[in-house]
């Protein structure tokens, strides 16, 4: 399995969904360190949730991280300024597989507002247990660095 703990963060606008997953984390038996915010009706920043799990995983404390606003946008790009950062934004469980296969992603992002429930659970699912293909991706993913 390529991940065992997982940190995850989100704005108000991804708090709901972050409920839910921490939720399927647990049950799932993940270590889950969740990075905030703690509610869904005080507005917050995103960029600070996606720094905060972004610094979860380049520190080691996780293997790999969650993270969700509104789209999923603004979220995946402020951890993805974070060297060592490769956050997927995905929609679907295809989108989630090949984030793992192909581009070795260490953070799933999502977007509340555009995935119900059951396909963000199933993003998870395959991006958890989805393994990285190595061979011609291997230097694909080190020129990223
Ligand atoms: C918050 O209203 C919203 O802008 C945020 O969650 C996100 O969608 C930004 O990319």
Redesign the pocket.
């Known amino acids: 399995m390529a991940f065992k703990s997982i940190a995850i963060g ?5 708090y709901d969904l972050k409920a839910k997953l921490v939720e399927e984390l647990r049950s799932s038996g993940y270590e889950v360190l969740d990075c905030g915010t703690g509610d869904a009706t005080n ?1 917050v920043d ?1 960029p600070d949730f996606g720094k905060a799990v972004a610094e979860a995983v380049t520190s080691g404390k996780v293997d790999g991280g969650v993270v969700v ?9 402020a951890a993805n300024r974070h060297p060592g950062i490769r956050a997927a934004l995905c929609h679907d469980i295809t989108t989630a597989r090949l984030c793992r296969e192909h581009n070795d992603a260490n953070v799933l992002a999502l ?3 555009l995935v119900g429930e059951v396909v963000a659970k199933d993003c998870l699912d395959a991006f958890l247990t989805t393994e990285f293909a190595g061979d011609r991706h291997v230097r694909r993913v080190e020129k990223l660095g």
């Open positions: 989100s704005d108000h606008a991804g507005s995103y606003c509104g789209t999923g946008i603004g979220i995946s790009i977007g509340a507002r």
